[in-house]
């Protein structure tokens, strides 16, 4: 009698313990759900996943032969695919038609270094001589007509990239020497570090010629797939004083820009924007989705030198550029943060 009380009690021990395990699997299974930027649109492109534990993210690698981006307006460093956070995705493809070689066809945040002639040396070169664009390279000049940053220059020379991850950082640097007397290292650390990713920056010029120009984030913003429309707000640190009307679609008031409209295809706001002072802390401004209360708030201890706001239906992107002036064996040093917030997906 004993020994069967004993397999029994046995029994009921294991059925108990198989029917914790069960209740439990649902949890398991929402705990290794898939990050959303486990699916981004050709991701087939060399590529590297991190994460912090908070902050998913999906970055671009450069590469001449196979990367993502491979034209010539946009540095090639740090092209960011996708970045999650509790479930929210931000950024991703605002274009239509994806082609490596199309200047725009990239997801942001994405820098691009614009001198006052464009690009170093365009202006003093003759068509069919070099010029150079840090973070691409060695371009050649077509023809006699000023510098169009939509224009696929050719590209004669995009110095050594050399790439190192890590479980929740990506370094890279481009070392580039040109026949033109400009030469640097150029080094972009991306790091996610809690809800915040960082861009850590410097050039070093190893060249004969100084390097002055400045350099911007067209961040092409995008949350969760959602159209620019109302809810859509940019709050900035300062009052922003438009240069030219931005259009009926949105207003100001006080320090924001708000979106009274979803735009429609081909609709635009765009234009320059004053008010910043020189101080580094007006670098700083957030985009929200305030509906859904998801965005992003971008600052920098560099202060902003020009700023252009350009947005369309697919993408909102705030333009702060920052002034660099890097004599000959000098180094330049900036940062860039990006902290993301969003509430849990399902709430």
Known sequence: MIRFLTKRLSFYRNVSLLAG???????????????????????????????NGVLDAL?????????????????????????????HRFFGEWFRNYDPMTNDAVTGPVEEFRSEEGALGYNIAKPGELFVKPGVGVL?????SPY?????????DSGKWTVKTSKHAVIFTQRLTSPLGYAYIYQKKLTLSGDTMTLEHSLKNTGSKA?????YDHDFFIFDGQPTSPGMTIRFS??????????????????DIMYKEELKPR??????????????????????DTKNKVGIEQSSDSPISRFYLWSIRTTISPEAYIHLDVPPGKTGHWKIHYRFFAPPKNQ
Not at 211 to 215: A, G, K, L, N, Q
Not at 276 to 286: E, G, I, L, Q, V
Request: with cysteine; proline share 10%; net charge negative.
């Open 21 to 51: 395990m069960a209740a439990a699997a649902p949890f398991a299974q929402a705990a290794a759900a898939p990050s959303p930027c486990a699916d981004v649109p050709h991701s087939d492109h060399p590529k590297a996943s991190i994460s």
């Open 140 to 144: 050649r000049k077509v023809d006699d």
């Open 211 to 215: 390097i002055t120009t400045d350099v």
């Open 238 to 255: 300062f009052k922003p004083l438009p240069e030219e009307p931005l259009g009926d679609a949105v207003s100001l008031e006080g320090n």
């Open 267 to 288: 609709q635009t706001v765009a234009g320059y924007i004053k008010g910043y002072s020189a101080s580094p802390s007006d670098y700083h401004f957030t985009v929200e």
């Open 148 to 156: 169009r940053f939509g224009y696929v220059y050719p590209l004669v």
């Open 59 to 87: 970055v671009f690698l450069p590469d001449p032969n196979s990367g993502y981006y491979r034209s010539s307006r946009f540095d090639w460093s740090g092209i960011v695919g996708c970045v999650s956070l509790n479930g």
